[in-house]
């Protein structure tokens, strides 16, 4: 089952690389105190282990995702819009081929739960690869520079 999981980490790595970011540049004490900036700097640790290919943290990956679309400013909503919008693909199709966040570490290592459809999971790994679009590059490029320019927090090289 490599192919859910390196599909599941070329989404996540190249989508959320622009949420990560492992030097020390930016730690969320910039000028903005306002609760998004505070929760894009508490993201960022999450966002790191799935870029790193920890599925372990995939579903509080998402649930962030999620959050902070919720809180996103104006100007960065429809950005936020279209990486929660994959955040809820994800799920959806999770949910669809019999998985559960926590079969996930288990599948990385190669180990299918009974009752999950391998046909699906395969279905799904295709249609991860579909959701790297320019739109979505542009939406995370535009996410890392606000976060760097208002938040004071680096989510990565763009």
């Known amino acids: 089952m490599k192919i859910l999981t390196l599909a599941t980490v070329v989404l996540l790595g190249t989508s959320l690389a622009a949420c990560s970011g492992s030097d020390s540049e930016g730690g969320g004490s910039g000028s903005d105190s306002s609760a998004y900036c505070k929760d894009v700097a508490k993201a960022k640790p999450v966002f790191e282990d799935l870029a790193t290919g920890d599925l372990s943290k995939l579903e ?8 902070l679309a919720d809180e996103a400013p104006s100007e960065l909503k429809d950005d936020w819009r279209s990486l929660d919008d994959a955040a809820t693909s994800i799920e959806k199709a999770l949910k ?6 926590s ?5 990385q290592q190669g180990q299918i739960p009974p009752g999950v459809d391998v046909t699906k999971l395969t279905t799904f790994a295709a249609d991860l690869q579909k959701l790297n679009t320019s739109a979505f590059d542009e939406a995370r490029a535009a996410i890392a520079k606000q976060a760097k320019d208002t938040c004071n927090v680096k989510l ?3």
């Open 60 to 67: 509080e990956g998402l649930n962030t995702f999620h959050r």
């Open 96 to 101: 669809e081929s019999g998985l559960k966040f």
């Open 103 to 107: 079969d996930l570490p288990a599948v």
């Open 156 to 158: 990565g090289a763009i």
